[in-house]
């Protein structure tokens, strides 16, 4: 499975995205034993800042190395706030074409943000990037939301790499014509891969390989979970160890509400009656918009809740 180790806790990585100052565009961390009650860290403030390019990050995504290498967070390179308002800017076509990374050995101690051309100049950005171990291939398999440079509607994108430096071409992934296609996330499940993304609606698919061909199982708003239309964005799916249960994050951007767990034994079943909304959830006090959820090892965890 994805986000390996289990049950030392969880660590959550994101923006508040509130777009009023140039902290709000950084990244911040936040904690929990049960991946459902968090607590945020650093004094609420940034743990991680981009001081290059448009100096400011969104939708950060955190993963764990093969072999205990380490991590790296990769994220989008936008910063609204600099730009003068979403009202001032078309930044679909005028986004940048990197990406920002960061890489640790411990989850400490950090490198220096790092900017990687991911397209070339003509495609209008690049956004809310995530990554998959590939074990038929070695490499790590990123995936990201970019354009298509004759409709325009956004799709899904992949490039391979090993070692977050040095890229395969990209190439479009996925797309629904006629559908913008964003925020893509991706679980390795036994034999199989599991994935979420947003179409206006949240789809869940299978594949017994990366490469597809993919499955339809359900979408989010078909399960009866009180999501109606296109009002969640940014799913983020992760094993809760204690739990025995996957949990499907989104986040309710249209109400403001934050995240939205939603627990599940089978993130293939399309019954409504396997899956429920977490009755308890608290996400802490700072406001957590597109961001992801790694597993911790219990060291792991204990060293986190002692630097910050």
């Not at 790499?161 to 071409?169: A, C, K, P, V």
């Not at 009180?226 to 309710?252: F, N, S």
Request: glycine fraction near 8%; hydrophobic fraction near 35%; charge should be negative.
């Amino acid at each position: 499975m994805n986000n390996q180790p289990t049950n030392g806790g969880y660590l959550f990585v994101f923006f508040t995205g509130t777009e009023d100052s140039p902290e709000a565009e950084q990244l911040y961390f936040a904690l929990s034993k049960d991946g459902l009650h968090w607590t945020d860290i650093n004094h609420d403030q940034p743990v991680l800042t981009s001081t290059i390019g448009e100096k400011g990050v969104r939708d950060p995504f955190i993963i764990r190395k093969q072999n205990g290498t380490g991590f790296a967070i990769m994220a989008t390179e936008l910063s609204i706030y600099h730009r003068g308002g979403w009202h001032n800017t078309d930044a679909t076509t005028t986004g940048s074409q990197d990406l920002i990374f960061w890489d640790s050995r411990d989850l400490i101690d950090w490198s220096d943000p790092r900017a990687v051309q991911m397209v070339d100049q003509h495609t209008g950005c690049v956004w809310a990037p995530e990554a998959v171990y590939d074990p038929d291939t070695e490499k790590y398999f990123v995936f990201w939301s970019s354009p298509n440079k004759e409709t325009h509607e956004m799709e899904i994108w992949s490039a391979y790499t090993e070692d977050f430096i040095h890229f395969e071409d990209a190439k479009t992934y996925a797309k629904y014509p006629g559908h913008e296609l964003i925020d893509m996330t991706m679980v390795q499940d036994g034999d199989q891969f599991v994935r979420a993304s947003r179409d206006g609606t949240i789809p869940i698919e299978k594949s017994a390989s990366l490469a597809g061909p993919w499955e339809k199982v359900t979408a989010l708003q078909d399960l009866g979970l009180g999501i109606h239309g296109d009002t969640v964005e940014g799913p983020e799916i992760v094993w809760l160890a204690d739990a025995h249960k996957w949990c499907v994050y989104v986040d309710q951007f249209d109400n403001g509400r934050g995240y939205l767990p939603i627990l599940t034994g089978d993130l293939t079943s399309a019954n409504p009656d396997d899956w429920e909304v977490a009755p308890d959830y608290d996400f802490g006090t700072l406001k957590k918009r597109h961001g992801s959820i790694m597993a911790l090892t219990l060291a792991e965890y204990t060293a986190l809740q002692a630097r910050y």
